[in-house]
């Protein structure tokens, strides 16, 4: 039995921070996204009878003893839907910075729910591997869709109603996403851990929550009305406030690094000059900058021109979840 998928990474819009219940990853806001075409990781899965324990092979290296307890649980949710005890084998490659503010493991867990329910015969929707992939990694549950996604935060405590949805298709809006790489390291405090300590300790966090549903309906109109100024701006803005409450967590953390700023503030500065560009920043250095196609070229050269910035990447809205019938991995 064995099944091998694609699945892309995202970046949040409106982001996602702060879990109501840690166990089931659900979150205590709805967030949005757009998945994006350059970067993705595939991974295959084999069960056999054969196998004594669970395995994962990572980007070539045999994975840690913590990875391993993270994927057999996960593991269990899909082998409790398909009513079997059977280990697996995974092999995955992330053809994106892994741990650096890329969202890595939304398009890990993405795929890794995708072909491990295709290997065990489990025929789920859209919605149901959405729901699955979240339990995982909350922002997995968005990369299963293409385009533009909202990952509903849901009401019941099992979590059935928390699960992701498009709201367009990634044909149906080019806004280009300037992937800036200002340092490539693993972050000092995950995404999970700062998320916590976040919700737990900062007395800034009551403000996010009380001004995040705000910004979702606002982008959603931005969206419907394909206005991309208001996208940008709310976008950017929300990105600033979930960043503030870090700032007040015990002890406080940040995730930006000097050259974080560097590129923030050229962004600022080319808006001044009448170029339109919008940044927004997920739990990482890195900066994500958008921007419309026509311009992408010019402030990607102006981005690459900073003494501190490694790298510019170009992206688009890209697909969901493939099914492939070769490992390239």
């Not at 997995?140 to 367009?168: M, P, Y």
């Not at 196609?293 to 003494?307: D, G, R, T």
């Amino acid at each position: 039995m064995e099944a091998i998928a694609r699945a892309h990474t995202n970046i949040a819009l409106i982001k996602y921070w702060g879990k109501r219940n840690s166990q089931l990853f659900l979150p205590t806001n709805s967030s949005l996204s757009i998945t994006l075409d350059h970067f993705y990781t595939e991974t295959k899965v084999q069960f056999s009878d054969q196998f004594e324990k669970d395995s994962l092979l990572l980007d070539g290296s045999q994975a840690t003893d913590k990875e391993i307890v993270k994927i057999t649980a996960f593991l269990n949710h899909v082998r409790n839907l398909a009513g079997t005890k059977t280990f697996a084998k995974v092999t995955s490659v992330n053809h994106v910075p892994t741990a650096a503010g890329f969202a890595s493991s939304a398009s890990g867990y993405a795929a890794l729910a995708t072909a491990a329910s295709k290997a065990l015969q489990l025929d789920l929707t859209g919605t149901e591997l959405s729901a699955l992939a979240r339990q995982g990694s909350g922002s997995a549950s968005r990369s299963i869709f293409g385009g533009f996604v909202e990952w509903h935060k849901g009401e019941n405590e099992a979590g059935t109603d928390s699960f992701a949805t498009q709201i367009l298709d990634e044909k149906a809006w080019n806004v280009s996403v300037l992937s800036v790489v200002v340092e490539a390291g693993p972050k000092s405090v995950s995404s999970r851990d700062g998320m916590q300590r976040t919700v737990e300790t900062s007395p800034f966090y009551d403000g996010w929550l009380a001004t995040v549903e705000e910004d979702l309906k606002l982008m959603k109109e931005a969206i419907n009305d394909r206005d991309f100024t208001k996208l940008g701006e709310i976008a950017e803005a929300n990105a600033l406030k979930m960043h503030a409450t870090t700032l007040g967590a015990k002890p406080p953390f940040l995730y930006w690094q000097s050259a974080t700023l560097d590129v923030m503030q050229k962004v600022m500065e080319l808006r001044q000059q009448g170029l339109e560009a919008y940044f927004t920043i997920d739990a990482g250095p890195n900066v994500k900058v958008l921007c419309e196609p026509e311009n992408e070229e010019m402030i990607k050269e102006k981005l690459a021109a900073l003494s501190s910035v490694r790298d510019v990447i170009v992206c688009h809205p890209g697909p969901g979840i493939q099914y492939l019938s070769d490992w390239n991995g």
